[in-house]
Every structure is written in structure tokens, then in C-alpha cells.
């Protein structure tokens, strides 16, 4: 009876999973149905928009990878990604194959400026600029209070006339909320506005310059909209008024 008993227990610790040995494996992502592979705004090396940012078309490819990308949005259609490695919002992956993703990166300028990411740049990075340091007036007794540590100046009465007075400057801050791409031209802001196409002098004619880029308007189309390459000699990007 004990030989039975002992032989049954043997034939119940093989035959039964050991459930604190189980594993939990990491989900991966799908490779993508739908690829750029046959995009125009791809072949032609245009720059794409996702999540407000506008990123340019590098060289770099490489292989699709379940393990450490995910989809962070769609441009036209095409699903793109992202290394969840590397850092937010600065690099994404567009397919232009079932396991081949081209590189698309976010330019190093404004609040990324003087700063290279998780790697080196493909383009040149924007050096940061310090604000400068601003002296304030207070009260009517003529003490300027600097707001850098330093002794307090008290210039004598003649030197507070108004025509000798110092003036103060205040900077805008920047806005703290994105409010879409947007450039600041003629003295108007300009929202991005569309897909980039393919300049035609027949089609544009050149009006100004922003930032060293040539600025264009098409003869027979919107007046109130500009077209502004977003890489040198590359397709044109429409802006318009709000």
C-alpha cells in the first residue's frame, strides 16, 4: 500500500506544471501593414509632422524591432514610430518596408537648443542664448536694484532728470504651450498648413526670407498663405493666417 501511495505522489509532482516557475514574456509591437515605400512626401525626401513637431528625413536605416518600438502616430496614412529607448520626441521611425524603417529627426533648435539627444545630430544644433540681465527702477528715489548680486547704485538727484533716466526692457516669455508649428514672418505668425510639395518656379515666386530660407507665394493660389522649404532647396511646406 505504501509502494502505491508513494508511486501516485511521484506520477502527480511530474505530471502537473510548476506554477511558480511560470514566465512572463514582454509584449511586442506588430510589424506595420502599411508603409511609406511608395509615398511621394517620402521618395522626395519631405519633412513630416507628428504631434505638433516637425521632423526631417536622414540617411539611417534600420531594422524594425517589436521589442523597443511603438507607434506614436500617422502621417497620410503610414503608421510611424518610436524607440522607447532613446529620447521622447526626438527621433521616429517611418516604414518604407515590412522590416526597414527610415530615420526621421527632430531638429536640435528652440527649447532643444545647445542640447544632442540620445545620439549625435544629423543637423547642426541651435547654440542656446542666455537672457540678458535686467536692472529695474524702484520706487521715485532714483536706487536701481540689479537683479545680479552686486552693490545697489544711488546716483545723485541731477542724474534722475528725464531725459537721463534709465529705461527698463522687459523680454516676453516664450509660450509654454504648443500651439502647433508656426513661424513668425512679415510680422504675422504662420501655422503649418499642409504637406510639403515640390517647388516650381512657374507655380511660386519668391516674396522674403526667414532665417536665411527663401519664403515664396503662389501666383494663382491663396494670398494670405506662404510657402517656406523646411531644408535647403528642398519641397515647400504651406503656411496660412488664422
Do not use: C
Amino acid at each position: 500500500m505504501r509502494v502505491f501511495v508513494l508511486t501516485l505522489g511521484l506520477f502527480a509532482a511530474v505530471a502537473l506544471p510548476n506554477v511558480g516557475n511560470a514566465q512572463v514574456y514582454p509584449l511586442r509591437t506588430a510589424p506595420p501593414a502599411v508603409t511609406a515605400a511608395t509615398a511621394e512626401w517620402q521618395i522626395n525626401s519631405g519633412p513630416i509632422v507628428v504631434n505638433s513637431a516637425v521632423y526631417l528625413p536622414t540617411r539611417a536605416i534600420r531594422s524594425f524591432d517589436g521589442q523597443v518600438m511603438s507607434q506614436v502616430g500617422i502621417h497620410e496614412g503610414v503608421p510611424i514610430y518610436a524607440d522607447v529607448t532613446l529620447e521622447p520626441n526626438s527621433l521616429v521611425y517611418v516604414p518604407i518596408g515590412r522590416d526597414r524603417m527610415r530615420t526621421y529627426e527632430r531638429r536640435r533648435d528652440r527649447e532643444l537648443a545647445g542640447t544632442t539627444g540620445s545620439r549625435t545630430p544629423s543637423f547642426p544644433v541651435e547654440i542656446a542664448t542666455a537672457a540678458p540681465v535686467e536692472e529695474q527702477l524702484v520706487g521715485t528715489t532714483g536706487s536701481v536694484v540689479p537683479t545680479a548680486a552686486g552693490p545697489a547704485v544711488v546716483p545723485g538727484p541731477s542724474a534722475m532728470t528725464p531725459s537721463r533716466a534709465r529705461r527698463t526692457a522687459e523680454t516676453i516669455p516664450p509660450p509654454r504651450t504648443s500651439d502647433g508649428v508656426w513661424l513668425e514672418f512679415a510680422g504675422t505668425r504662420w501655422y503649418s498648413a499642409g504637406s510639403a510639395t515640390s517647388n516650381s518656379p512657374d507655380r511660386f515666386t519668391k516674396i522674403g526670407e526667414y532665417r536665411g530660407f527663401p519664403v515664396y507665394r503662389d501666383k494663382a493660389g491663396n494670398p494670405d498663405a506662404i510657402w517656406v522649404p523646411v531644408v535647403q532647396d528642398g519641397p515647400l511646406t504651406p503656411y496660412s493666417r488664422r
